[in-house]
């Protein structure tokens, strides 16, 4: 009776492989039939004379051993053989040097050969369901997700999607604003698919700047349909993000169709970025103009462009320097992430105003706390004199460091 509880055991077993998800029918039909042979090897020597059915909608399977009739007596091979007298129970009308095919019963294999079995099912459909989800999610990077929010830890958070794959997603891939709970369905993009030691794991974002993109996509119709084309985006999450369109029919103004009337296609945009300010601005093959516009709100006057070393120097009426580098140096830092040029930028001098640039202090002061002031919009002597002492705090330069510079640039124009 035991032997017989292992039988139906392991019918039992079948029914609960065939219920994983990710592994396509034929797949696993392969891999129950791989299993067997490997049993039946070990046991017979060879799987060569022996027939494996799967029956996966009954949740089993039928094997048959085809052993070749010799006269009684004449058996040398039993796992190949079979003498007459058996032979004719099985098929009474046989006769010697015919085949005949035996049924083999899970009870003949033993417990140990059930066990060993199992072992090896498990393990083959533990790999098959990892590399399907590597496989399905891989194809899936850089597409919207949507999850429920299942575990919230202090560095990442869990989420399932609706086949319950678990999605994570760590801290530094959620918006400063996000705040969840427990049930709450999520939007990311899948950011990327980590296999370490053929153990798959999904990290999924709403930082990365292809969400951004993909949002866009499923706001505006034009952009899907590639009538509108997302050129480039810069954005610090949460905050403040541009996002650079371009249209390819001179019918479609492609700030307008991203917007929406009143503002009806991108708010939804914002709401989802938990009201993150996006500057949408019309792309231009023209550096000097696309580094204009990326700049908005502020204005300028006059543009230098070195395009071998993608440098611009910015030359702006002295209140709109302020709209130019932006709060914190977030307004420059972005245009210089959407264009790709460093943007230094310089206030236009009134009639029988001095200024200099800070690169004539090089002698004074360090190259690398120069190019640290440059890289918040500050090249000039009285930009930083005039700087906003928040706006300072950026470069993260040492007090004493500080006061250096001031000193120096002070001292200029004492003289």
């Given at each position: 009776?035991?032997?017989?509880?292992?039988?139906?055991?392991?019918?039992?077993?079948?029914?609960?492989?065939?219920?994983?998800?990710?592994?396509?029918?034929?797949?696993?039909?392969?891999?129950?039939?791989?299993?067997?042979?490997?049993?039946?090897?070990?046991?017979?020597?060879?799987?060569?004379?022996?027939?494996?059915?799967?029956?996966?909608?009954?949740?089993?399977?039928?094997?048959?051993?085809?052993?070749?009739?010799?006269?009684?007596?004449?058996?040398?091979?039993?796992?190949?053989?079979?003498?007459?007298?058996?032979?004719?129970?099985?098929?009474?009308?046989?006769?010697?040097?015919?085949?005949?095919t035996k049924r083999i019963y899970f009870e003949k294999f033993g417990r140990r050969a059930i066990l060993n079995l199992r072992q090896t099912l498990q393990s083959k459909i533990l790999d098959l369901q990892k590399d399907a989800i590597y496989n399905k999610f891989k194809e899936k990077e850089g597409e919207i997700i949507v999850g429920e929010v299942h575990q919230i830890w202090k560095r990442e958070m869990l989420l399932l999607d609706?086949?319950?794959?678990?999605?994570?997603?760590?801290?530094?891939?959620?918006?400063?604003?996000?705040?969840?709970?427990?049930?709450?369905?999520?939007?990311?993009?899948?950011?990327?698919?980590?296999?370490?030691?053929?153990?798959?794991?999904?990290?999924?974002?709403?930082?990365?700047?292809?969400?951004?993109?993909?949002?866009?996509?499923?706001?505006?119709?034009?952009?899907?349909?590639?009538?509108?084309?997302?050129?480039?985006?810069?954005?610090?999450?949460?905050?403040?993000?541009?996002?650079?369109?371009?249209?390819?029919?001179?019918?479609?103004?492609?700030?307008?169709?991203?917007?929406?009337?009143?503002?009806?296609?991108?708010?939804?945009?914002?709401?989802?970025?938990?009201?993150?300010?996006?500057?949408?601005?019309?792309?231009?093959?023209?550096?000097?103009l696309f580094i204009q516009r990326s700049l908005s709100p502020a204005k300028v006057s006059s543009i230098r462009i070195n395009e071998e070393e993608k440098k611009a120097e910015v030359f702006l009426h002295p209140e709109e320097v302020s709209l130019a580098i932006g709060k914190g140096g977030l307004n420059i830092r972005l245009a210089t992430q959407l264009t790709g040029y460093s943007i230094d930028v310089y206030r236009d001098l009134?009639?029988?105003?001095?200024?200099?640039?800070?690169?004539?202090?090089?002698?004074?002061?360090?190259?690398?706390?120069?190019?640290?002031?440059?890289?918040?919009?500050?090249?000039?002597?009285?930009?930083?004199?005039?700087?906003?002492?928040?706006?300072?705090?950026?470069?993260?330069?040492?007090?004493?460091?500080?006061?250096?510079?001031?000193?120096?640039?002070?001292?200029?124009?004492?003289?």
């Amino acid at each position: 009776m035991a032997k017989k509880a292992e039988s139906v055991n392991m019918v039992d077993r079948f029914a609960e492989f065939k219920e994983y998800k990710n592994i396509d029918k034929a797949t696993m039909i392969s891999v129950l039939e791989e299993s067997f042979r490997n049993v039946l090897a070990k046991m017979f020597g060879s799987d060569e004379n022996f027939d494996v059915i799967m029956n996966p909608d009954r949740g089993d399977c039928e094997i048959y051993q085809n052993l070749e009739v010799v006269e009684d007596g004449e058996v040398e091979n039993p796992d190949r053989e079979i003498a007459l007298s058996d032979a004719k129970e099985i098929d009474p009308e046989c006769e010697v040097g015919e085949d005949v095919t035996k049924r083999i019963y899970f009870e003949k294999f033993g417990r140990r050969a059930i066990l060993n079995l199992r072992q090896t099912l498990q393990s083959k459909i533990l790999d098959l369901q990892k590399d399907a989800i590597y496989n399905k999610f891989k194809e899936k990077e850089g597409e919207i997700i949507v999850g429920e929010v299942h575990q919230i830890w202090k560095r990442e958070m869990l989420l399932l999607d609706e086949e319950q794959n678990e999605l994570l997603m760590p801290k530094e891939e959620q918006i400063p604003g996000d705040f969840f709970h427990k049930g709450d369905m999520v939007r990311a993009i899948v950011k990327r698919v980590d296999n370490t030691n053929n153990n798959p794991k999904v990290i999924v974002s709403r930082t990365d700047e292809r969400f951004m993109r993909r949002l866009f996509e499923q706001e505006v119709p034009e952009i899907n349909d590639g009538l509108v084309t997302i050129k480039a985006v810069a954005r610090k999450p949460g905050e403040r993000a541009k996002v650079a369109v371009e249209s390819y029919d001179d019918r479609i103004d492609p700030v307008g169709t991203c917007v929406g009337i009143k503002g009806s296609r991108i708010h939804g945009i914002v709401r989802e970025l938990r009201n993150e300010n996006i500057d949408v601005i019309p792309y231009t093959a023209n550096p000097s103009l696309f580094i204009q516009r990326s700049l908005s709100p502020a204005k300028v006057s006059s543009i230098r462009i070195n395009e071998e070393e993608k440098k611009a120097e910015v030359f702006l009426h002295p209140e709109e320097v302020s709209l130019a580098i932006g709060k914190g140096g977030l307004n420059i830092r972005l245009a210089t992430q959407l264009t790709g040029y460093s943007i230094d930028v310089y206030r236009d001098l009134e009639e029988g105003e001095e200024d200099i640039y800070l690169d004539e202090f090089r002698d004074e002061i360090d190259g690398w706390v120069i190019e640290a002031l440059k890289d918040l919009g500050l090249g000039t002597a009285k930009a930083v004199i005039n700087a906003d002492p928040k706006l300072l705090e950026q470069a993260d330069l040492e007090d004493d460091t500080l006061e250096h510079v001031m000193n120096v640039l002070k001292a200029e124009f004492d003289d």
